[in-house]
């Protein structure tokens, strides 16, 4: 299973994410639900970086079976925040889709 967490502020505004695990719908490389999973996470941090032009921190491990995680350095803009709500809500339309046994996100405030 993926599992996707996320983390607010006291003031509601997102300050982490991470994404960690396999999705085992089906073989390694023919998986679209981690496909479709990695291609929201990524997708978010690099438009983060290179369009937004956030100050974040990413930590990538492949070797540990697939963890990601982004921490924004200052508090994120309102662009930024609106990303992320777009990247939760295809990890909803995932969900929807094909099952909560495959993926799961949480939301943290702190």
Partial sequence: MIR???RK???GLYRAFSCRGHAEYSEAGSDIVCAGVSALVIN???CLQDL???AVVVRAD???GGNISCEFRNAPGDRA???IDCMIYG???IIRQYGGKYLRYEIKEA
Avoid: A, G, P, R
Wanted: proline share 0%.
């Fill in 52 to 54: 937004l032009h956030e």
């Fill in 91 to 93: 990890f909803d339309w």
């Fill in 44 to 46: 978010t941090i690099n």
């Fill in 4 to 6: 996707v967490q996320i």
């Fill in 81 to 83: 925040c609106f990303l």
């Fill in 62 to 64: 492949e070797e540990s």
């Fill in 9 to 11: 502020d006291s003031k």
